[in-house]
């Protein structure tokens, strides 16, 4: 068997309003686990829907807006990905008013908890709040919550979204990421070289992971 890769940076391009970025990254913890490897994950912003209203809008709307997905097509890809979640331990608990919500603001508090050494968490956490427990991640106050639930402040949860003093950090963020061919997600950088477009599933990254390996050695 090859051995693992020692401290695998990998950088997840992501919104937590996209399922199979969760879905993506489910999968690639049990391909970690499956090689060994120790994977050192950094998360970077990207909006599915930067124009989107601050209210923002019902899922089956916006997807046949969006898409023209009709509404048989939307139920059976929301069957698909609850499926696909349960067999990688997620709830997905996807309603008939579940919205999508502008996630400027998400991002921006996780650029700040970056700086408290909790971005994992919180990232994570939004995808609970968002596709488990169905908050609304257009409401500050939710979104400091949630900080505040894992470990942070949530009054300066609060402040950085008033002040907005992150908006400049993620809008360049979010462009360098656009300069470099970064059009959907998730998009997964492996050691900061090799880009891997969406869900791929556990077998595949198993496999990524030991061709990196291997190029290691």
């Keep these: 068997m090859t051995e693992p890769v020692q401290s695998l940076h990998i ?26 490897t120790a994977g050192e994950i950094r998360w970077h912003p990207f909006e599915l829907n930067p124009d989107m209203p601050a209210e923002g809008q019902n899922l089956r709307e916006h997807v046949a807006e969006k898409y023209g997905t009709t509404p048989e097509a939307s139920a059976e890809s929301r069957v698909r990905m609850t499926d696909i979640g349960a067999e990688l331990g997620f709830a997905f608990r996807f309603s008939d008013d579940m919205r999508m919500h502008n996630t400027f603001n998400v991002h921006q508090l996780l650029h700040w908890a970056d700086q408290h050494g909790r971005m994992h ?26 900080a505040g639930e894992t470990g942070l402040e949530r009054a300066e949860a609060l402040a950085v979204l008033a002040d907005q003093r992150f908006a400049g950090d993620v809008r360049d963020a979010e462009s360098r990421w656009l300069k470099q061919g970064v059009r959907s997600v998730p998009a997964m950088i492996f050691k900061h070289r090799y880009l891997v477009s969406g869900a791929q599933g556990v077998e595949n990254y198993t496999r990524i992971l030991e061709q990196l390996a291997q190029m290691q050695d």
Excluded: E
């Design 121 to 146: 968490a919180l990232k994570l956490a939004f995808f609970d709040a968002h596709f488990t427990d169905r908050r609304n991640l257009s409401d500050k106050a939710v979104l400091a919550d949630v």
């Design 11 to 36: 950088d997840i391009v992501s919104d937590v309003m996209c399922p199979w970025c969760l879905i993506g990254y489910r999968q690639l913890q049990q391909a970690l686990v499956a090689t060994g």
